[in-house]
């Protein structure tokens, strides 16, 4: 079934919301199975659907439909983009400092940047990898590291590896020491790493207080008041 024209939806949605869709589902990676004409038109085809059958199965469905309709309106949206986005930004983040610690290593052995991105993407095989090896494949096609580079970050929703790789861009262009840029960055992964960890250690106690209230509790007070129910019903 052929879609209709983004510019149909123009005047529900507005030029700047069709841009930021776009840019989003740009940041999704291989992991988007649609474009944003696909999704402009199943989020709005399914949220009218949806809205008629509340109708229809419901008593109050003209008065609940407007407000469900609207609750799946956004979920739609946060389901198919923002959910899978986060999910790559983490992914990503954790794929980072094993991809730039061996960038270093081949930068350390004498090549220049574009040829020590491609044995460091030969020998790792991960989304980032993926990533920069697009942008390998850009440039020969004619474009400079530097222009591929920065298309590469529209493709990339995480801002850490965006400000390494604005960095890496800088110290290409103004010829700086691209091995001094790579410690420091690499430096700076390992600290918000150990940071994160300690993050997750410090919620650890209150998950586990979360849990003994909703499981021990129930349990303690039926060991209390057990035996005075056990009097009262005899």
Do not use: W
């Not at 940041?27 to 709005?44: C, H, Y």
């Not at 290593?105 to 090549?111: D, H, M, N, Q």
Request: net charge positive; with cysteine.
């Amino acid at each position: 079934m052929k879609m209709p024209k983004i510019k149909l939806f123009r005047k529900l949605f507005g030029s700047s919301d069709v841009k930021t869709i776009t840019e989003k589902i740009k940041m999704l990676g291989d992991s988007a199975k649609f474009d944003t004409n696909t999704f402009i038109f199943m989020r709005l085809f399914t949220t009218v659907l949806f809205f008629f059958i509340l109708i229809f199965i419901f008593n109050l469905g003209y008065i609940l439909s407007p407000f469900l309709a609207i609750v799946y309106y956004y979920a739609f949206y946060y389901v198919l983009i923002e959910s899978p986005l986060k999910k790559r930004i983490i992914k990503l983040d954790g794929e980072a400092l094993h991809f730039f610690e061996i960038l270093t290593l081949t930068l350390e052995s004498g090549k220049n940047l574009e040829n020590a991105l491609q044995v460091t993407c030969f020998n790792i095989d991960s989304e980032l990898s993926r990533e920069f090896k697009k942008t390998l494949l850009e440039i020969k096609f004619g474009k400079s590291l530097v222009e591929c580079l920065d298309d590469m970050k529209k493709r990339i929703p995480s801002e850490t590896i965006n400000n390494i790789i604005l960095n890496i861009t800088q110290t290409n262009i103004f010829g700086n020491s691209i091995l001094e840029t790579m410690y420091n960055q690499i430096e700076f992964l390992r600290d918000k790493q150990i940071l994160e960890i300690k993050g997750r250690i410090n919620k650890i106690p209150n998950k586990i207080s979360i849990i003994s209230v909703i499981f021990m509790l129930p349990i303690i007070l039926l060991l209390i008041l057990g035996p005075v129910l056990i009097n009262f019903l005899g």
